[in-house]
């Protein structure tokens, strides 16, 4: 997964914080012997010989990496800061700017903004290159480095520069540190609809998903038009609160399947775990999805499509479709091994595809959504590849002849439409309850 930003992963990706003893080394033949023997002789000529003396702590922590990298974008061994990064990732708070962010060629790739935080009101976006920190050139360095420069004490000022693709010289950005308190699941009622915003799957998002539902029912003070859950954005987390989300709004069967290497090796989970029923009450539902859902959040647009329990509408999914184990490793260290593969309802892998939309829905209110460069699981080195054939997914080429949306971000404004897919879902629930259309202001 994506390291939590200044959450830092290499990639997106769903949790699965299970602790595992470790074993003896099971499956190590002769062969296995004789490769490490090369790996010492290598190591002992870099001891011996190197230019500058490397310290061991250096030299196994780099094997290690290497050993992992050779494996898949999601496999990582977190100690020191990367181990306290996984941990936010799951208990929700950090300081810092608010970005997940990954490495690229030796540059700072931007994944995604969180909401509400100083990287999302200053209009960094997803598929930016972040080169300076404070004037300093970061590109070539390591991610860490990166990460430490960009934490720092609440209410200091720090300045980035940033390259985006498209754009015709770097932009120079002014953000002030503070502390990010993850609200995972924001809620509202817009014009008679309630708007479940979910950005991250941290300890609480099944639970507060529950509270905005009967938050949204006092409210209004009787049931509303539908719901539209947003998980655009979304990057994953706790493979179990996926479950409790799709729980939410599923009365029974299947949510997902993980699948090891063995073929008899399937654990598969259900609705009615958490909650009896469908507490949506059977009423319209609309999943929001773009290319940073991801993982977590695809298990739950997938569970909901699957079931024809909710209309998928946005654009195609990042495609991840590996569960990650945590194995601690000490007092401040954990090797995170992807160790099976996610399945939905129907026993499709989103590996690779992703999850392609019901509803084909672009974000023309954005100005860059035609030039912006957009990374999905497919785009990693290293990443598994899906057994199943994979379509041709690229139809976001299909929406910018479609009639529908053909409005300018500037007409869209005019109309007071900030958030096109939004506005789009909200008008789609009022016309399915036959209620009349009005322009919404998305958020």
């Known amino acids: 997964m994506l390291r939590p930003l200044l959450q830092v992963t290499a990639a997106v990706s769903a949790l699965a914080l299970v602790p595992v003893a470790s074993g003896a080394m099971a499956g190590v033949d002769t062969n296995s012997y004789r490769e490490l023997d090369t790996f010492m002789e290598v190591y002992n000529q870099v001891k011996a010989n190197y230019v500058d003396k490397v310290d061991d702590k250096t030299l196994v922590k780099g094997a290690i990496a290497g050993m992992l990298a050779a494996l898949d974008p999601h496999s ?22 608010g970005l997940t962010v990954t490495q690229e060629e030796g540059a700072v790739k931007v994944i ?32 860490d480095e990166a990460i430490e420069q960009m934490r720092g004490q609440p209410g200091t000022r720090i300045n980035l520069t940033i390259v985006r693709p498209g754009a015709d010289k770097p932009l120079q950005m002014t953000l002030v540190r503070e502390i990010i308190v993850q609200k995972p699941v924001k809620w509202e009622v817009k014009n008679g609809v309630g708007y479940i915003n979910i950005n991250t799957f941290t300890a609480q998002t099944g639970a507060d998903t529950i509270k905005a539902i009967q938050a ?40 997902v399947s993980q699948r090891g290497r063995e073929k008899n090796d399937i654990e598969r989970y259900y609705a009615e775990s958490m909650v009896p029923g469908d507490l949506a009450r059977g009423l319209p539902v609309i999943v929001l999805v773009d290319s940073g859902t991801a993982s977590a959040s695809e298990i739950v647009a997938g569970a909901l499509q699957d079931h024809h329990r909710g ?19 000490g007092a ?23 999850i ?30 899906n057994a199943e054939k994979v379509d041709d997914v690229t139809l976001e080429q299909d929406a910018r002849a479609d009639p529908r949306f053909s409005a300018t971000p500037d007409q869209l404004k005019k109309q007071g439409i900030e958030d096109f897919q939004l506005h789009y879902a909200l008008q789609t629930i009022a016309r399915s309850a036959g209620k009349p259309q009005v322009a919404t202001k998305g958020r």
């Open 112 to 143: 995604a903004p969180t909401e509400d935080t100083p990287a999302a009101r200053a209009g960094i976006k997803s598929g930016d290159f972040i080169t300076h920190i404070d004037g300093k050139f970061i590109v070539g360095g390591s991610l």
């Open 356 to 385: 392609k939309p019901d509803l084909l829905v672009p974000q023309i209110s954005d100005p860059d959504y035609k030039d912006r460069t957009v990374i999905r699981e497919a785009d990693l080195r290293k990443h598994l590849i």
């Open 311 to 329: 209309l998928v509408m946005g654009v195609r999914s990042f495609g991840k479709g590996s569960v990650q184990t945590i194995l601690p490793m």
């Open 216 to 255: 949204i029912d006092k409210q209004l003070g009787h049931k509303p038009l539908g719901y539209v859950v947003d998980l655009r954005e979304n990057g994953g987390g706790l493979l179990s609160e996926a479950i409790a989300v799709s729980d939410v709004f599923l009365g029974h069967g299947e949510i």
């Open 332 to 354: 401040r260290a954990a090797l995170r091994l992807t160790t099976a593969r996610y399945f939905t309802p129907s026993g499709h892998s989103v590996q690779e595809g992703g």
């Open 76 to 97: 990582s061994f977190a100690d020191g800061l990367d181990f306290d990064n996984l941990k936010i990732q799951t208990e929700g708070n950090y300081g810092g700017l």
